[in-house]
């Protein structure tokens, strides 16, 4: 369960770093 819990707040940053990535571009 650790290890799922990790997973979660990680992929939320990432799709938040791609938008910015998107609008910067």
């Not at 369960?1 to 910067?24: A, G, Y």
């Amino acid at each position: 369960m650790d290890n799922v819990n990790v997973n979660i707040p990680i992929k939320i940053p990432h799709s938040t770093q791609s938008l910015r990535d998107n609008t910067f571009r």
